[in-house]
C-alpha cells in the first residue's frame, strides 16, 4: 500500500506507527498540522508578546 500523501510505498506493518502513511511527516500533512505558513500567523506571535509588555507597564505598587 501506499502514502495516500506523498504516493511512496509505506510501511504498512504495526512497526509502522504513522499508518497509512509514511511517515510523521505525512502523517501531519494529513491532520494539516504542518502546514507551517499558516501555523507561524505573525498576529499571533505579536499578540502573544502583548500581555508580558502589559504586565510590565503596570506599576507594581
Ligand atoms: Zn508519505
Known amino acids: 500500500m501506499r502514502c495516500p500523501i506523498c504516493k511512496q ?5 504495526p512497526a509502522n506507527r504513522f499508518r497509512p502513511f509514511c511517515s510523521e511527516r505525512c502523517q501531519m500533512v494529513d ?10 500567523v505573525p498576529g499571533a506571535a505579536v499578540e ?7 504586565f510590565k507597564k503596570k506599576p507594581l505598587h
Open 9 to 13: 510505498p509505506a510501511d504498512m506493518t
Open 31 to 40: 491532520l494539516g498540522t504542518w502546514v507551517d505558513e499558516g501555523y507561524r
Open 48 to 54: 502573544d508578546r502583548e500581555h508580558p509588555d502589559d
